[in-house]
């Protein structure tokens, strides 16, 4: 599969503390983009990282990448309840009649409890 | 304005219908794309276009069809709806192998 796996499938977490989602694939990749999607509406692209970058921030958003272990890590600092949502990692593959498709996880639901 | 819009973003039908549901970008971006959404399985691609001449099946495109009518516009139909099709469809754009743009979603339901 190209798709990504996030884990855990949920998280639940008080405001202020951080919260950590992972993401393991299988291809070999370009990139790999993270997405927001609070409940009901459109994804929202939040983070792109690239095959040859270990680590990127946004914010209070920090972004790993492992391409020897196929993994990425999503760390959200002094998580908020508007945080609330679900995230889903998109591995971009770099070869191969898929190139240009995402595959989205089943996403991570974070919920924030004020 | 939304730069991604889709229409309906709700619509009720009975089995046997035949729906559209319209996407339009004014990003200018020659990339489209159609999933679908249904509670625990995430998003799954049914149909893309890469430009107005270009259109490829994704996973699920049985029960589906497309036409990408110009650049700015992207339509996915049910030729003849189904329940098993009832699910939040997405519509989304890029320019390039990177970001992707996302519209509201469309509920559908199909009794």
């Known amino acids: 599969s190209q798709q990504g796996e996030e884990d855990p499938q949920a998280l639940s977490i008080q405001e202020g503390e951080n919260a950590t989602m992972n993401c393991s694939y299988k291809t070999s990749i370009n990139n790999l983009q993270w997405y927001r999607q609070n409940s009901g509406r459109g994804l929202v692209h939040l983070i792109l990282i690239r095959s040859n970058e270990r680590e990127k921030h946004s914010g209070r958003l920090r972004v790993t990448l492992d391409t020897s272990k196929k993994s990425s890590s999503l760390l959200i600092t002094a998580s908020r309840a508007a945080d609330t949502a679900s995230y889903f990692c998109a591995p971009k593959a770099d070869r191969g009649s898929t190139l240009g498709r995402l595959y989205f996880g089943r996403g991570t639901q974070l919920t924030v409890w004020p | 304005d939304a730069d991604v819009t889709q229409t309906p973003r709700n619509r009720i039908t009975k089995t046997g219908k035949r729906i559209m549901l319209e996407c339009s970008q004014t990003k200018g971006h020659d990339r489209m794309y159609w999933y679908r959404q249904d509670p625990g399985l995430g998003l799954r691609l049914i149909y893309y276009s890469f430009d107005v001449k270009d259109i490829n099946k994704g996973e699920i495109s049985d029960g589906y069809s497309v036409s990408r009518q110009a650049q700015a516009k992207f339509s996915l139909s049910l030729e003849s709806a189904i329940p098993n099709q009832t699910a939040l469809y997405f519509c989304?754009?890029?320019?390039?192998?990177?970001?992707?743009?996302f519209g509201p979603g469309t509920r559908l339901t199909v009794l």
């Open positions: 989304a754009t890029s320019e390039t192998v990177d970001e992707q743009f």
